[in-house]
């Protein structure tokens, strides 16, 4: 028993089904954009398809082009009050949805949908402007399969063919286009990345940031997802000593942290002057794109990495920078040494500017490091002794590690010191700055990610935005720049072990983690583990592994010749077997008669029996015999397959086969014979 609703559609008008589906297709395609265009144009988007469903359900006339031309003049308005621009990606991305919505209110002809099919193509291929993960091409897979879908059904015969058959034929056309894909995509030379489009570097991506203002990398800390995976060639090193360092921040203006004044002197540069020792730990990295050209590294790595395609540079900070933002995902190879010192060993005048801090700023913090100068027991303590003392007044304090501290004043140092004594790393360690500064110590602030947690499926180390830190760089003489840590001091567990502040997880998370919090850890680290599949074999393929590929099939030194003789053969290769094959299969198998066991294998679902030896005269008379005049498109059919295979007259339609054939004399139908005969039977009511 059909329900209303479902009866109504199958009641539905061949043009009004085929509607239906393809806007529902098209919201498919788009409903991935949703969360990145203007909220005008995702509502409107809707509204339009919904309306347009309905127009196709009640069957009414779609609305006068004038109308159309004033709706597209004013989303132009829209979009260029959003973006300030009709050009560039996300304008672009905003028109293109535009343009696709509106063209479904002119749907009247073949030409229209054909209009319709192919900025679904389009629209389907922007999705990949913002994320190339796994989920967005399973999903744009299935938007593809069901384009095709629309496509072959338009190309069917009149009549109302059934959707599943276009959808097994555009499967089919699918799959038997899968291989030259695979082809392409692992022989075509690789160019600069298609989707980190120039516009792309005008747009922020989370992540750390070049400046830091207090409670900045606490906002961080809410985000999961993934900053980076590394893989480790030997034995990992502790968590403890997992800082991946980024940028350096050392100028303060009393609210933010920036990196080192580029304007000055060259008598003020500190040269890196970087020493090494220890057992080296080689590793790498597959970094998501950050639209900055950051490069993360364990501390503290010597020799360039190994990056195809970019140029890395270390500063005298000992941040490492690409020649270019990373807006693609890379990974590089990379060598550091946990054990390492850098940085002058005696004073130098460079140094002064770690000291500065802004006049008029967190007094009490101030008069905190005048009382300690002052105090008798650290009268001849040196930087060492006193960084010991602030970090024994952060552990006995009664300070405490929290993503929630509350919004801090104008004297940040002063209220964590003495007011509030709790906070996020930066508020640890920009206080911990301060008050370094305010005893006559360099100090500095390092941002980047410390620790992370290892991944059981597949052995990759992942490294999150949660996993953001910050610490704290201290001079000392003899000694140049040490590193401090003073959050470990307030939560020894935030570096030490698989402890970390997490965002709070929502109902439905929070519910199955509670049923079932193995089952709920394995769940995510195999789709994590699967997500990273599809980022070191496809998204990271890179023209360096394409080149390997060919060193290890036997090329010496291969560059784009070979790579365009080898895809040149391969295509050649591939026709020439098709049509082999094609030749083959045609003269092993008659189509003639594949046809008519096609029709038998239908007919014996249906309760008529037969044998190979039947005829489609036979076939025919038993159809008529069982279902009358509702077998008569069926029998007709049935009799003009048995013509076109035999010489003879067939007889008129809505004859009867009571008389008898005169000797038949075998001929071959013709492609076109046979193609005309497919469509008329794909086109067919069987009866029921």
């Not at 359900?57 to 159309?68: E, I, Q, S, T, V």
């Not at 979009?79 to 002119?106: M, N, P, W």
């Not at 800390?221 to 968590?239: H, L, Y």
Request: hydrophobic share 45%; glycine share 8%.
């Amino acid at each position: 028993m059909l329900t209303p609703g479902l009866a109504t559609l199958r009641s539905l008008p061949r043009d009004g089904r085929d509607t239906l589906f393809l806007l529902a297709v098209i919201g498919w395609v788009l409903l991935p954009q949703a969360g990145r265009l203007p909220l005008w144009c995702s509502l409107g988007a809707g509204v339009v398809l919904l309306w347009r469903g309905w127009l196709a359900l009640d069957g009414r006339a779609l609305p006068a082009k004038r109308w159309l031309l004033v709706l597209l003049v004013l989303t132009l308005a829209a979009t260029y009050a959003s973006h300030g621009t009709l050009l560039g990606r996300d304008a672009g991305v905003t028109l293109l949805v535009v343009l696709i919505t509106l063209k479904t209110l002119e749907l009247r002809a073949r030409r229209d949908a054909f209009v319709v099919f192919f900025l679904g193509f389009f629209c389907m291929l922007s999705n990949f402007f913002y994320s190339q993960s796994l989920l967005t091409a399973v999903s744009m897979v299935i938007g593809l399969l069901g384009l095709l879908t629309a496509l072959v059904n338009a190309h069917m015969p009149v009549g109302k063919p059934p959707l599943a058959q276009a959808a097994r034929t555009a499967g089919t056309l699918a799959l038997l286009g899968a291989p030259l894909m695979l082809v392409l995509f692992v022989l075509f030379p690789r160019m600069a990345p298609l989707w980190g489009v120039p516009s792309d570097a005008m747009t922020g991506r989370s992540g750390l940031s070049a400046s830091m203002e207090v409670g900045s990398i606490a906002t961080l800390a809410m985000d999961n997802s993934v900053a980076m995976r590394i893989k480790f060639e030997g034995e990992t090193p502790p968590q403890r000593e997992l800082y991946l360092r980024g940028p350096v921040l050392s100028s303060f203006d009393g609210r933010q942290w920036l990196p080192l004044r580029a304007s000055l002197p060259a008598r003020y540069a500190l040269p890196a002057d970087l020493q090494v020792s220890g057992q080296p730990v080689p590793y790498e990295v597959t970094l998501q794109p950050t639209n900055q050209p950051w490069l993360f590294l364990l501390e503290a790595a010597a020799q360039s990495p190994v990056l195809p395609g970019y140029r890395a540079v270390m500063q005298d900070d000992l941040q490492w920078l690409a020649n270019r933002p990373i807006t693609d995902l890379v990974r590089y190879q990379a060598v550091s040494y946990p054990h390492f010192s850098h940085g002058p060993a005696q004073q130098v005048l460079g140094l002064q500017e770690f000291v500065d801090l802004p006049p008029g700023f967190n007094p009490r913090t101030l008069a905190l490091a005048s009382e300690l100068r002052r105090d008798p027991r650290y009268a001849q303590a040196d930087a060492a002794g006193l960084v010991q003392v602030a970090m024994d007044r952060l552990r006995l304090g009664g300070y405490s590690y929290t993503l929630e501290p509350g919004a801090y004043g104008r004297n940040t140092a002063d209220e964590f010191w003495f007011d509030r004594k709790e906070g996020f790393c930066e508020h640890i360690a920009s206080s911990f700055v301060i008050l370094m500064r305010a005893l006559d110590i360099p100090a500095r602030i390092v941002t980047g990610y410390q620790g992370g947690e290892m991944n059981a499926v597949d052995g990759f180390w992942v490294v999150r935005q949660s996993d953001a830190h910050a610490w704290v760089e201290v001079w000392q003489a003899g000694r140049g720049w040490m590193r401090v840590d003073p959050t470990s001091a307030v939560a020894p567990g935030r570096t030490g072990a698989f402890q970390r502040l997490a965002p709070p997880r929502g109902a439905v998370a929070q519910a199955f983690g509670n049923l079932s919090p193995n089952l709920s850890g394995r769940v995510r680290a195999t789709w994590e583990a699967v997500n990273n599949g599809w980022s070191q074999w496809v998204l990271n393929y890179t023209q360096g592994r394409q080149l390997n590929l060919l060193k290890d099939i036997g090329f010496e030194s291969p560059g784009w010749e070979d790579l365009a003789t080898l895809l040149i053969g391969a295509v050649v290769l591939a026709s020439v077997a098709g049509g082999g094959w094609a030749w083959w299969e045609r003269s092993q198998h008659d189509p003639w008669l594949r046809l008519l066991e096609q029709a038998r294998k239908r007919l014996a679902r249906t309760g008529i029996d037969s044998t190979p030896a039947t005829s489609p005269r036979q076939l025919a008379r038993q159809v008529l015999q069982k279902y009358g005049p509702q077998g008569q498109p069926l029998h007709d059919w049935l009799m003009q397959l048995e013509m076109q295979r035999y010489a003879g007259t067939a007889p008129s339609p809505g004859a009867t086969t009571t008389t008898t054939a005169t000797t038949p004399v075998r001929v071959q139908p013709t492609h076109r014979q046979l193609g005309h005969l497919r469509q008329q039977y794909s086109r067919l009511r069987w009866p029921a």
